[in-house]
């Protein structure tokens, strides 16, 4: 085996144990694999294994160009895999791997029974029943034929007010109902059921409200004794009036062993946990005896209590028994755990800690349930709560949003200072960088998702098992590919693996470096946590504060502003880093559902960056593009991301009911958004849109999509000026240009949301010599100086801003016309361009301590996430493209 074609785990090491399967994306060069049906995989020791394949994109030629792969769970897992298209093993002929705990009853692996009124997966290990409506997201998870959870369903809390002083408010609880089921993969390694609906009220006579849309998928592997869950919602409320006071998954678990062979698990911090018996045999005045003792501790079942000191088992029922325990993360720096004998008594304190894991188990002898949260402390405010655990019917609930916190408040954060005209909007522009509009700091339709693993106990598993368990549900096992792979199929774009080969390159690489590690100590540092937070970074510094701007208008949360989800992403590509992988998926997580409208007017526009994530009225394609969720469905096969995906296919539309300069545009007093003439900008419009077609025509082969790609691709081609007309007129109904237009527009902005990368992306995939000559003018003639500007279009460009950011474009232009004069010139205005990354003392930390800030926190020089983001990406291309200049 080739090292550079092996896939291995991100995290270096392969699990002990994988108890869920894993799934991971794999592209495959050009013309070389037919489908998905070729594929087979094998271990490091060239064993096969078996796998599913399916495909996530084709190349214009029909051959596959991406497949999601699957394998099973084991408990060996291998430290390598290789992906051969050797015409593929069924999954009879490969070797399913062995459990010790459990035997896979078919050697096809999971099985998926469907009926009128349910859907049963068998893994061999587990067996779930989905009713098809009604209000259990599950009916049914048994293990070894023993019910373990029963009656899964989601929960909510909604509150009317939020009281000033003395004042009171009012909570409606709510359960989701499901509305559809439907199996959308049907193994053999891998099935998955997506699950839809809606929240509704418990209450009898209530108004009948339904809101919280949801969408939960539950994820089955082979031989798995857990199941991957993942849950969307879209948040749909009045934010004057409606306040979400708490949100989670509810399961029901029975228990029948006595109360002492009755198990509590809950994790703390750094891998410890809370084991307790529900009624404690330890530290009581007489002594059961060692064995009792241990076997509670240990989880196993203790002797009969005939076989203990009787000063102790005929005074059990004195002993209390402790029926509901919680633990609360109501901040990245605190949880709290308590626990009571009954409602109606007090709760008593049990201890603290840091940060959760965000997992506990219910177990007794039989048998029990388990459930983890990822990112359960980065995602605050979060609670586990075990209610009943004395009862024959006891329950687990995993809060995603506690109630216990502070209800949530989607209002507005100000009352809009007389902003009621675009020439006032434009002045509070001017002042703090917001682009405020009323009703436009709007919440109703962005959502949020959340991945949990549920796990079905034969009995109670020892301590260093559970842990391990929850590790896995925080950080579940990844396999990847290597950068040395990727970059050889010729995927994304221009990025090449890392490389240290001179002293210049060194130098670049040691400054991307340097800008990851500090953005990653910044959000540890500034706590850049939080329910609809995680995942994302601020705009600006404040050097005065010593703080990011998180109070002043368009300089607080980035939104995607200028692209940081691709500077995360191709640093991942070409470092292969687990700690980048996992900064950009939490990033693309956020991006894609917070910053995004999922139903309503503003569907498919994200918004620009805010104070609120939704509070800025610029809603725009440039954010919710694909350009920046794409990395992550490719390379995980994520269904989620791929239903965001799927949201935006139709994202022209926005242009008639909602134009992006409405604010600025130079004809606003003759310009009326027609569907036959819609004013679409060839920057940032034009490179969300091919983004979208084409990311929709490679999965699905939609010929809308590519009859729109390369219908406007030939009419960039066809105006006068190309790139440089910045706006074309679009026909809707045909997906085209008008290529009349003969007007010269350049903007800075034009190029750094992913339109470099698309554009580059296309001139090699499909063949469109005009398109080529268009899109190399604009490259060539941006940072040309006006004498070279005017030669070639008869005027000089206006809008040259952002110099470093667009030495890509030089030195692509460079790169496809062979000239090193210009590769020269594009190193030269990387050095010289750059805002504030143009000099070493750039990338340089000082520590700023107490009384000055509340933390002791790094501080850089100069700091705006605009800047480093197109310096990494600037740095990845200019690298990829010219870097045989550099020495």
Not at 214 to 243: K, T
Not at 366 to 393: M, Y
Not at 413 to 420: A, I
Not at 803 to 829: E, V
Request: net charge negative; proline share 6%.
């Amino acid at each position: 085996m080739s090292e550079n074609t092996l896939i291995r785990w991100i995290d270096g090491d392969a699990p002990a144990e994988l108890s869920s399967g894993t799934t991971w994306g794999m592209p495959f060069p050009r013309g070389k694999v037919a489908g998905p049906h070729q594929l087979s995989v094998r271990d490091r020791e060239g064993h096969p294994i078996a796998s599913q394949a399916w495909p996530l994109a084709t190349w214009p030629d029909g051959s596959l160009k991406w497949a999601g792969i699957a394998l099973p769970a084991t408990d060996a897992p291998s430290p390598a895999y290789e992906v051969t298209a050797d015409g593929g093993a069924s999954p009879s002929e490969a070797s399913f791997p062995a459990s010790d705990a459990t035997t896979v009853n078919s050697p096809t692996g999971v099985t998926v029974t469907e009926g009128a009124d349910a859907i049963t997966v068998d893994t061999g290990a587990l067996r779930m029943v989905i009713s098809r409506s009604g209000s259990h997201l599950f009916s049914s998870l048994t293990r070894g034929g023993t019910e373990v959870a029963r009656d899964a369903c989601l929960v909510s809390l909604l509150q009317d007010s939020i009281p000033e002083g003395a004042g009171t408010a009012t909570r409606e609880a709510f359960t989701g109902a499901v509305t559809a089921v439907v199996l959308e993969q049907n193994g053999p390694v891998r099935a998955v059921v997506r699950l839809e609906g809606h929240h509704r009220p418990d209450a009898e006579g209530s108004n009948g409200r339904r809101w919280l849309p949801f969408v939960v998928r539950f994820y089955f592997y082979a031989n798995a004794r857990s199941v991957r869950m993942v849950h969307s919602f879209i948040w749909d409320g009045e934010a004057e009036q409606d306040f979400l006071a708490g949100l989670g998954v509810r399961f029901s678990v029975p228990m029948e062993a006595e109360l002492h062979d009755r198990h509590i698990r809950i994790a703390g911090a750094n891998g410890g946990f809370l084991t307790e018996g529900v009624r404690g045999l330890t530290g009581l005045r007489r002594d059961p005896g060692e064995e009792a003792r241990r076997a509670q501790v240990e989880g196993r079942p203790t002797p009969p209590p005939a076989d203990w000191n009787p000063e102790v088992s005929e005074r059990l029922h004195l002993i209390p028994a402790w029926n509901d325990y919680t633990l609360t993360q109501l901040s990245a720096d605190g949880f709290e755990l308590r626990k009571r004998t009954a409602a109606g008594h007090a709760w008593v304190g049990i201890s603290g800690g840091t940060r959760s894991a965000g997992f506990c188990s219910l177990t007794d002898t039989r048998g029990g349930f388990g459930v983890g949260i990822k990112d359960f402390w980065q995602s605050h405010p979060g609670q586990l709560d075990i209610r009943n655990a004395a009862t024959a019917e006891a329950s687990v609930t995993a809060w995603l949003y506690s109630p216990e916190a502070q209800p949530m408040d989607l209002r507005f954060y100000h009352d809009g200072l007389g902003q009621d005209t675009f020439e006032e909007q434009l002045e509070g522009l001017e002042i703090t960088y917001e682009d405020y509009e009323p009703g436009f700091g709007n919440a109703s339709g962005i959502a949020r998702t959340h991945e949990l693993t549920l796990f079905a106990y034969e009995g109670t598993p020892a301590t260093e098992s559970l842990a391990a368990d929850a590790a896995s549900a925080s950080a579940p096992a990844l396999l990847q590919a290597s950068p040395e792979y990727l970059h050889s199929v010729r995927i994304f774009g221009d990025w090449d693996p890392v490389d240290r080969g001179t002293p210049a390159r060194t130098e670049l690489e040691d400054h991307l470096d340097f800008l990851f590690d500090f953005y990653a100590g910044q959000v540890e540092q500034r706590r850049w946590y939080g329910f609809w937070n995680y995942g994302d970074v601020m705009h600006t510094y404040d050097h005065d504060r010593h703080v990011w701007r998180y109070d002043v208008g368009g300089y607080s949360w980035d939104n995607s502003e200028l692209s940081p989800d691709l500077w995360l992403w191709y640093s991942y590509l070409r470092s292969g880093r687990a700690d980048i992988f996992r900064f950009a998926e939490a990033m693309t997580r956020h991006t894609g559902e917070v910053d995004v409208y999922h139903l309503g007017p503003w569907r498919g526009l994200g918004t620009r960056h805010n104070v609120q994530h939704w509070g800025c009225s610029a809603k725009q394609l440039r954010i919710s593009t694909p350009a920046y969720r794409r990395f992550y469905y490719y390379l995980t096969a994520d269904e989620r991301t791929g239903d965001l995906l799927t949201e935006l296919v139709d994202s022209d539309q926005n242009f008639l009911g909602l134009d992006p300069v409405r604010k600025v545009r130079p004809d606003a007093d003759t310009y009326r958004p027609n569907r036959n003439a819609l004013g679409v900008g060839l920057g940032t419009d034009w490179g969300s849109l091919a983004a979208t077609w084409l990311t929709d025509w490679e999965r699905t082969g939609n010929p809308r999509s590519r009859d729109r790609l390369l219908g406007t691709m030939a009419d960039i081609g066809a105006l006068k000026y190309g790139f440089l007309t910045g706006e074309a007129l679009y026909d809707l109904d045909k997906g085209r240009f008008d290529t009349g237009r003969e007007l010269i527009q350049v903007s800075h902005l034009s190029a750094v949301f992913g339109l470099v990368e698309i554009c580059s992306e296309l001139v090699d995939l499909v063949q469109d010599p005009a398109f080529e000559r268009a899109w190399l003018q604009y490259c060539r003639l941006f940072l040309a100086t006006k004498e070279e500007q005017v030669e070639a279009v008869g005027q000089p460009l206006p809008g040259i801003y952002l110099t470093q950011a667009h030495s890509r474009l030089t030195a692509y232009a460079a790169a496809r016309l062979d000239d090193p004069d210009l590769a020269a010139r594009a190193w030269t205005s990387f050095a010289e361009g750059g805002e504030h990354l143009n000099h070493e003392s750039a990338f340089t930390l000082r520590k700023i301590e107490p009384p000055h800030v509340l933390l002791p926190v790094d501080e850089a020089p100069t700091v705006s996430t605009n800047d480093t983001s197109q310096f990494g990406l600037a740095v990845i291309q200019n690298l990829a493209l010219i870097g045989n200049q550099l020495r």
